[in-house]
Each structure stands twice: as C-alpha cells, then as structure tokens.
C-alpha cells in the first residue's frame, strides 16, 4: 500500500492543499498523525478536508483533545492556550464530534502503528533523541511506528541485536529512503502546518509498505496567506511570525 502521511496539520488549509497537491497520484490510503487543529486560522476547514480524504487512518492529537476540552490547557504557553480557546469557539458541532472519535493509536496491515507522540505515551510524549526513541521501540510490535508532535521531521532505526542502541538521522528530502527490514523504525514525516526545523515549508511523508521505502518530502505554500488570515481572526502575533521561518 502507498501511503501519504501527514501530521500536524495545525488548522492551515493553506499549507494542507500544497501537500495534498504535491502528493496527488502518488498513495492509495492516508495516515493522519493527529493536531488537525491548533495555532491556525481554518480549524473546521482542515477537519472537513482531511475526513474527506479517501483510506484514512487518524489518530488524536494533544492539540485536538485540548480544542474539545478533553484535556486541559495548564500546560499549554500563553500563545498556545489562546489559540486553543479561539478554537473551542470556532469549530462547529460536527467537528467536535469528528475530533472526539478520533482514536490514540492504530495499527495497520501488523507492519504500521501510528500515534501523535509516541507509541508508550501516544498524546504528550515527545521523541526528541535517541533515548526516548530506544525506550518507545518496546512500546510497538510493528517494524515501523509513525509519529508527529515534535514537528521536526526525523527516523530513528533499532535493530534487536544491539538492543542498547539507536540512530537518528534525516534522510535528504525528496528522495526514496530503503527501510532495511532488519531495523524497527520510529519515523515522524515533521508537520504540515507548522515546521519548526527552520524550513517554513510544508513537510510530510510518502510510505510504500510494500518496497519498505519512505521519502520525506518538503512543499512550499503561500505563507503570508494563512499569515493574513490568522491576523484577521485575532491569532496571536508570535504564532502569524513564526511561520515566516519554520521555527
Ligand atoms: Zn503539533
């Protein structure tokens, strides 16, 4: 199966229609990361967009469960909180009720697992370094496990004859990268509506199950037009500028 993954769509149509487009005629199903929602101007709009695309797999993220209360926002800075309280107010009935379905992880074809992120901690566990990827690869029984949440695209690889270690590396973008089938991967395709590894670009990932072969792939979108929009709804000004440079 070819697969488009996406996460951390962050409530930004703009950047979410660039991938959709750059992806076009290249995966069969979808495999959705969780965060549809959060920090952006189009919170109903991504969900919509999103439920609308065929074959899709997704799970919840932090920020979807704090925009339907499901957790609270204590935790959350102060831009973060603001933005999750203008979005309990905007989204509508039926995308609430789409985030409250949302499960916190899924397995497919026994080759997959996807949670937001990680597989021990599937809502609020950031993978960072190679530590918290080596201890999570016991948390998953598939060869591969996908996640989001730290929005910097990266793949952690394990192999159980050195169970003491783990790499990390990211893989040059745009091009096919083999998944040995003797390593376990934790892979995290970066986010779609807010990278913040210092390229504004759009990230996501494309996944052949079949030839075990994943390509991280960046798209640039017109930013100033999300931009534009998150200053119209009164979204806090260090959210509109960060996106300018992906941090
Ligand atoms: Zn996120």
Known sequence: MRYLIISDIHSNLEALEAVLKD????????LCLGDIVGYGPSPNECIERVRGLSSLSCVAGNHDWAAISKIGIEDFN?????????TQKTLTTASSAYLHSLPEKIVLEEKITIAHGSPRYPIWEYILSTLTALENFRHF????CLVG?????????????KPNF???????????FFLDPDF???????SVGQPRDGDPRASYALLDSEKGVVELRRVAYPVEKTQAMMEKVGLPPRLIARLSFGW
Not at 23 to 30: D, H, L, N, S, T
Not at 184 to 190: A, D, E, K, L, V
């Open 166 to 176: 783990c790499d990390a590396f990211i893989p040059p973008e745009n091009e096919p």
């Open 141 to 144: 029984e598939t060869p591969w």
């Open 23 to 30: 992806a076009e005629g290249r995966y069969e199903a979808v």
């Open 78 to 86: 102060p831009d973060a909180r603001a933005a999750t309280i203008w």
């Open 149 to 161: 949440h730290s929005h910097v695209p990266v793949i952690f690889a394990f192999r159980e004859s």
């Open 184 to 190: 376990r991967f934790i892979i995290n395709p970066g």
